[in-house]
């Protein structure tokens, strides 16, 4: 599968969504999310992985999001496909031609 893909094969509608971040009163905050923009993109399974996490097994399964390039996508930011939560892990413009960008995300089980 190329990095590069056909504009057919963004076939999946995902909803772009940022963080918010509120104070919560006690020195920290509580993280919400609010939609930015509904795109249209291709999602490829990269692997999974358990983890151990407060004494507890979770399991992470990692996909590659590929969507027509933007200047507002960052990390921490996620998507959302089918009721699925998809976070960016990491966002790169693989020819730096502004054309695509391929996210890696990660989806906590």
């Known amino acids: 599968m190329s990095v590069f893909p056909r504009i057919g094969a ?3 509608r995902v909803t772009l969504e940022a963080p918010i971040d509120a104070p919560d009163g006690a020195g920290g905050f509580a993280r919400s999310f609010a939609p930015v923009v509904d795109l249209w993109a ?3 399974p990269t692997g999974a992985r358990e983890d151990f996490v407060e004494q507890r097994a979770e399991q992470a399964t990692g996909h590659s999001v ?3 390039w933007r200047e507002d ?7 959302i496909h ?3 939560r998809l976070r960016i ?4 413009d693989p020819d ?14």
């Open 66 to 68: 590929t969507i027509r």
């Open 82 to 84: 089918r009721g699925r």
């Open 96 to 109: 730096e031609r502004r054309r695509f960008l391929v996210c890696q995300c990660e989806e906590i089980l």
């Open 42 to 44: 291709r999602i490829a």
């Open 10 to 12: 963004l076939r999946h």
């Open 73 to 79: 996508v960052a990390k921490d930011m996620r998507f």
């Open 89 to 92: 892990q990491s966002v790169v």
